[in-house]
Structure formats: C-alpha cells, structure tokens
C-alpha cells in the first residue's frame, strides 16, 4: 500500500509522544493533519489534552478504533509502542522522520500491520494531495 493510499483510507491517527507545546514536530504536524481531516488521538503520559482531544498514557488506553499509529519517540521505545499497536489491531505503524527500528517494523510487518519508517506523516500527505 502506498503512502497516498494509506492516507485515502484511514482518517484515524493515534499519535504517540504528542506534545502540547506549540513548537514541537509533533504538535505542528498532528495540528495539520486535524485540520485537513483526520481525527487524532494524543498518547502521552504527560499530557492532559492536546488539541482539544483527551490525552492518554499509552496506546493501550486509547479508544477504539486506531487505524494509523504516528509515533514521535526515540527508537528505542519503539518496540513496545509496536506491540500495542498489535494489541489494539492498528492498520498502520507511521515512524515520523529520525524513527528507524527495522526489528519493529518487520514485527509489524509480520502481524499484518502496514509500516512506514523515517518519513514525515505531513510531508507525505502534502506530496500526494
């Protein structure tokens, strides 16, 4: 499945270390994608509520359903975010732009989940529409 075609279909992204702080990648980016369309849904301990969605501690904790998991961590939390979002039975495993971890992408792979690594949600989505 392509990016455009990724992007046609699922409108539901629960995104993993969203920031409420207005300069991070991750608010710009998620703010973005809310205005074009796509419901998000804000993972993160930290937070309360992020662009006037609830804010939950982990992926596992969101409500259902979740189509596509944006994930704004280092690498090396990657793993156990890829083994929630199997739990939850998400479509799509996006790694924003800097997140690359091959051994979890091909264990999402594996478990039927679309991956797409190293590339940035709000790019892409410019690029194709």
């Known amino acids: 499945m392509t990016t455009r075609e990724i992007l046609e279909k699922y409108k539901r ?6 920031s409420s702080h ?3 990648a991750s608010y710009g980016v998620s703010r973005f994608m809310q205005t074009v ?5 804000p993972v993160n301990p930290n937070e ?3 662009l006037g969605h609830k804010a939950y501690a982990s ?5 259902d359903p979740i189509e596509i998991v944006n994930i704004f ?8 975010i890829v083994e929630s979002a199997i739990r939850r039975g998400a479509k799509v495993v996006w790694m ?4 690359i971890h091959e051994g979890a992408a ?12 190293d590339r940035c949600i709000l790019k892409e989505h410019m690029k194709s529409f």
Do not use: H, K, N, S
Request: proline share 7%; hydrophobic share 45%; charged share 30%.
């Open 13 to 18: 992204i629960a995104v993993v270390g969203l």
């Open 22 to 24: 207005t300069w991070r």
């Open 37 to 41: 369309g796509y419901e998000i849904t």
């Open 48 to 50: 309360r509520e992020v």
């Open 59 to 63: 992926l596992d904790q969101a409500p």
């Open 73 to 80: 961590r280092r690498p090396e939390f990657v793993p156990e």
């Open 96 to 99: 924003q732009e800097g997140v």
């Open 106 to 117: 091909q264990r999402a792979r594996a478990a039927g989940i679309e991956v797409v690594m």
